[in-house]
Nanobody, 124 residues
């Protein structure tokens, strides 16, 4: 059974940093791309960043390029999202998702397993 569990969310001031983690189990982690999505109230779910399986190629939404960094540890079955220079518009519930392919997509309909999400609030 595929399981994904996010952690690391919280309240942070603008300009601050947070590190989200996604712990995965129940599938061949090394062969699956993992993506972070976010959803703010009243908005559609948005693909934030993806990391491919074997080569670890990374992709970022334009809104987070230069501020967020995604990484994966295939020995621990985890994917991290380091978020720096946070802005109020980054406030959302952040989800990690997996799909049974090694290549990336930032489209939510390409993913079939999701975590429950972790809240990130950027506010002074």
């Amino acid at each position: 059974q595929v399981q994904l569990a996010e952690s690391g969310g919280g309240l942070v001031q603008p300009g601050g940093s947070l590190r989200l983690s996604c712990a995965a189990s129940g599938f061949p982690f090394n062969y699956y791309a993992i993506t972070w999505f976010r959803q703010a109230p009243g908005k559609e779910r948005e693909g934030v960043s993806c990391i491919s399986a074997s080569l670890g190629i990374t992709y970022y939404a334009d809104s987070v390029k230069g501020r967020f960094t995604i990484s994966r540890d295939n020995t621990k079955n985890t994917v991290n999202l380091q978020m720096n220079s946070l802005k109020p518009e980054d406030t959302a519930v952040y989800y990690c998702a997996s799909r049974s392919r090694p290549d990336c997509s930032l489209r939510s309909d390409q993913y079939d397993a999701w975590g429950q999400g972790t809240q990130v609030t950027v506010s002074s």
